[in-house]
Structures are given as C-alpha cells and as structure tokens.
C-alpha cells in the first residue's frame, strides 16, 4: 500500500511479468535454444517461421506459462498464469504474489541478459492485480494510489487513469526511464465454452457457455523502459544494471503508488 497513505499493506498479485529487448538494426536472431536455457527443460510447444524471422516457444515454468516470442526487431518474454478447464473459474488468475513473481522471473531474465544479441532498448512489463470485494472498495483502494486524481467510489463508474512520469536514470548516465502505469478496476466474469453436436446435425456443432461468480480487483499495469527515442546500442555489459532499475521502479510504484 502507498507508503504516505498509512493504510494497509498492499496485496498484489501478478497477472502477468515481461521483458522485451529492441534489437539493433541487422540484428536478425536465429533458433538458440533459449527457453531450453532459461527454463532447464525443452518447451512444450514451438513455432518457427525462418523466412520470417519468427519464432514462438511455450511450457511451463515453475507451475505458470513462459513464452518466448521472436520477429523482427525485438525479442519478448512472459510470464503468465498457466490455466487449466478443470480449475476454479471463480478465482482471479495469476502467477502468484507479486514479489515472488518478481524475484523468479527477473533472476532467469538476468541470466538471459547475459547472452541477448545486440540491443538498442529494453521494457519490463507488469500487470498487478489487488482482489477487492466491489467496485466502491476498489475505487477507494485506487484513490489511495493515485491520490492527485479525485474519484467518486459511489457516483463513477469506468475509471481509468493512464500518466508517465519519466525519471533519469541512476545507472546508465544520461538515459532517461519512462515510468507509465495505468489504474483501474477490474471485472472478471469467467466463461467456460462447451462444443457439442446436436442429433440430425453432424456439421453444425453447438456452442454454449456458462459463467463463474464474477470478481473484481484493483489493477495497475506498468511499463517501465529506456527511451524510445535513444537508438544507439547499449552497452551490453549495461543491460543487467538497467533492467534491475526497471525492476526496482516497479517495485515503488507497486508499494508506493504514483509517485514523482
């Protein structure tokens, strides 16, 4: 929870972690066995379009979703909850607490940084989740966030509030960190899809639905990255120190809300 509110720890939960890299111009990566790499077991599914330059490969990671996503130009990593039919569709989603998340995912990001072709800007994604039990509550719990904006927790409805607030850099001199997070509430209806085929109609299959109880939660998504308008390669040596930065001003906007 923001720190100069006083209220509540916060509860976030990840509903999803990324990293993306722009590659260098010429950059053009091949197939190098990097999910087998960063997960220590060969992926469960894999797409490749060589003329394409594209690439995608999926599997489990400690019990969630890790795909790694190649085309031209850039280079993505996510992590997302691994969903199954069989579970609770009543339950908001995730890959666990956030702080958990953040330490899994940025210790094999770091590790891949190692190896990463060239790179021209790195961007850390996040999407938080706080489960909240109505939309009054949740706006309540987003005006301690976001204290600058004045909500009306009876009266709104369809809040939605989107600010960058760049910072310099503190490891690289000179580069410039944008800082964008958009605040909402959320509303999950779970729908689970049946296919079947009605009797005297073998080539029109039925499609059905049913839904779980609905939730709602409290959700910030951040995007935290070097600047778009810097070209030039960095410094590969750099990009551990750079992305641990993203990370951290994450964390702060996680536990602190928006802050300047």
């Known amino acids: 929870m923001p720190q100069a509110t006083g209220t509540k720890t916060p509860n976030w939960r990840a509903e999803s972690l990324r990293l993306t890299i722009f590659l260098a111009a010429n950059i053009q990566p091949k197939d190098e066995g990097w999910w087998s790499k960063v997960a220590g077991a060969e992926p469960e599914s894999k797409t490749a379009k060589p003329n394409r330059g594209e690439l995608v490969e999926a599997g489990l990671f400690q019990g969630n979703a890790l795909t790694l996503s190649v085309q031209p130009g850039r280079i993505d990593w996510l992590l997302s909850p691994n969903v199954s039919i069989e579970e609770n569709l009543s339950e908001i989603?995730?890959?666990g607490s956030f702080d958990s998340a953040e330490k899994a995912f940025?210790?094999?990001m770091l590790n891949w940084l190692d190896a990463c072709p060239a790179t021209v800007r790195l961007a850390y994604g996040v999407v938080l989740l706080e489960p909240v039990g109505n939309r009054e509550e949740g706006y309540r719990r987003i005006a301690?966030?976001?204290?600058?904006?004045?909500?009306?927790?009876?009266?709104?409805?369809?809040?939605?509030?989107?600010?960058?607030?760049?910072r310099q850099s503190e490891v690289a001199e000179g580069m410039r960190l944008n800082r964008l997070s958009k605040w909402s509430v959320a509303f999950f209806q779970p729908i689970r899809f049946a296919i079947g085929i009605p009797q005297g109609q073998p080539n029109q299959p039925l499609v059905y639905s049913h839904g779980g109880t609905p939730a709602l939660?409290?959700?910030?998504?951040?995007?935290l990255s070097t600047a778009a308008?810097?070209?030039?390669?960095?410094?590969?040596?750099?990009?551990?120190?750079?992305?641990k930065e993203l990370v951290s001003l994450g964390s702060e906007i996680a536990q602190k809300g928006d802050v300047k």
């Open 217 to 223: 939660a409290c959700r910030v998504e951040l995007d």
């Open 144 to 166: 301690e966030y976001v204290p600058s904006v004045e909500i009306d927790p009876v009266g709104a409805e369809d809040f939605f509030y989107q600010i960058n607030r760049p």
């Open 106 to 108: 940025s210790t094999i």
């Open 229 to 243: 308008s810097l070209q030039e390669e960095l410094h590969h040596n750099s990009l551990p120190n750079i992305f």
């Open 93 to 95: 989603k995730s890959v």
